[in-house]
């Protein structure tokens, strides 16, 4: 799991959205699912987020653990 940087530019300011994103194994090659889009973040509000991937995927040890396990249903918005 990490986050991934989306890059706009509109009216001619630079915009950097982001979305929590894990590589999921296809029979096409690994693709990489979008769990939630997080939208604009401050820089305080991206450490945060950085921090939570971080321990979530310490117990890991190298490997990407799931956000959401595969028998549940992720929550609807």
Same mark, same amino acid.
């Not at 820089?43 to 595969?70: H, Y």
């Given at each position: ?10 009216? $001619?300011? #630079?915009? /950097?959205? *982001?979305?929590?994103?894990?590589? +999921?194994?296809?029979?096409? %090659?690994? !693709? ?10 401050? $820089?305080? #509000?991206? /450490?945060? *987020?950085?921090?939570?991937?971080? +321990?979530?995927?310490?117990? %890991?040890? !190298? ?15």
């Amino acid at each position: 799991m990490y986050l991934r940087r989306h890059s706009r530019s509109k009216d $001619g300011k #630079a915009h /950097a959205y *982001w979305s929590l994103v894990e590589t +999921v194994r296809t029979a096409d %090659g690994p !693709r990489q699912k979008t769990l939630c889009y997080l939208g604009e973040l401050n $820089g305080s #509000a991206q /450490a945060r *987020w950085v921090k939570t991937v971080e +321990v979530f995927n310490e117990q %890991g040890d !190298r490997r990407q653990l799931k956000l959401f396990l595969s028998h549940v249903a992720a929550p609807r918005v």
